[in-house]
């Protein structure tokens, strides 16, 4: 009989839930500051098909237009 391993319990399993949950602490925050702009908001699917470094990118320039439009009130 053939004995089947829980995913989390694999290496495969475990690189997957960290990405996920990577990938969830960056989309939060990116669906956030674009609702505060009054921005289109990105869909979550859309956003987890990028990379995490572009994630990254794509936060720190809604962080900057934030601080920007603080400055400016």
Not at 3 to 32: H, M, S, V
Request: glycine share 6%; proline share 4%.
């Amino acid at each position: 009989m053939v004995q089947l391993i829980p995913l989390d319990q694999t290496t495969a399993g475990k690189q997957i839930y960290e990405r996920g949950f990577n990938l969830g602490k960056l989309i939060g925050p990116i669906r956030l500051a674009q609702q505060l702009l009054k921005q289109p908001l990105s869909t979550k699917e859309e956003l987890a098909k990028r990379t995490e470094e572009e994630l990254k990118a794509i936060l720190a320039q809604l962080e900057a237009q934030l601080e920007a439009s603080l400055k400016l009130q």
